[in-house]
């Protein structure tokens, strides 16, 4: 298990890594990055006068 386990600077510089790629990803796409992002977000909650789907598997609805 010793193979593992990770000192907090290398913690870090792999957070670091991660980030900028997931950046690179949502600004480029997989041209910029190995990370592709599609940016997403929630404009506002649902209050209740949307349209939905609503779909049964074997008589439980989903």
């Known amino acids: 298990m010793a193979e593992f386990k ?3 600077d290398t913690l870090r510089r792999m ?3 991660m980030s900028r790629n997931m950046d690179k ?3 480029g796409g997989p ?3 190995t990370v592709a992002m599609l940016p997403s977000f929630v404009p506002e909650l649902p ?3 949307g349209d939905c789907l609503h779909a ?3 008589n439980h609805a989903v």
Do not use: I, R, V
């Open 6 to 8: 990770l000192t907090n």
């Open 15 to 17: 957070m670091a890594h």
């Open 25 to 27: 990803g949502l600004e």
């Open 31 to 33: 041209e910029k990055s």
């Open 47 to 49: 209050d209740g006068t």
């Open 56 to 58: 049964y598997f074997q």
